[in-house]
């Protein structure tokens, strides 16, 4: 059983910084894409980050490119999403998610991923 589970939410201010992680279990880890999306109350869920199953390739939504990071550590299941320069509008529950192919590009299309965590709370104050 695919099991996804993120850590690392909270509450902080404009302009602060927060590493979010994701540990994934019952799949191959390093065989997978990997994402970071979010959702706002009353907003759909969009993609914000995601990363090949190497590390190599990695692909931000425009909203939050130069600000964010996407790392992973196959050795340890893990995938990390650095958040840097905080705004409100990052306000949003963030859910980490594992790409549905094997060894494939990836994609910032929440459908595109088939097992996600039940997300985590990031909250900036302004």
């Known amino acids: 059983q695919v099991q996804v589970m993120e850590s690392g939410g909270g509450l902080v201010q404009a302009g602060d910084s927060l590493t979010l992680s994701c540990t994934a279990s019952?799949?191959?880890?390093?065989?997978?894409?990997m994402g970071w999306f979010r959702q706002a109350p009353g907003k759909e869920r969009e993609g914000v980050s995601c990363?090949?199953?190497?590390?190599?390739?990695?692909y931000h939504a425009d909203s939050v490119k130069g600000r964010f990071a996407i790392s992973r550590d196959n050795a340890k299941n893990t995938l990390y999403l650095e958040m840097s320069s905080l705004k409100p509008e990052d306000t949003a529950t963030y859910y980490c998610?594992?790409?549905?192919?094997?060894?494939?590009?990836?994609?910032?299309?929440?459908?595109?991923?088939?097992?996600w965590g039940q997300g985590t709370q990031v909250t900036v104050s302004s």
């Open positions: 990363i090949n199953w190497s590390g190599r390739i990695t």
């Open positions: 019952g799949l191959r880890f390093d065989g997978y894409a």
């Open positions: 998610a594992a790409y549905r192919g094997f060894r494939t590009l990836p994609s910032l299309v929440p459908a595109d991923y088939n097992y």
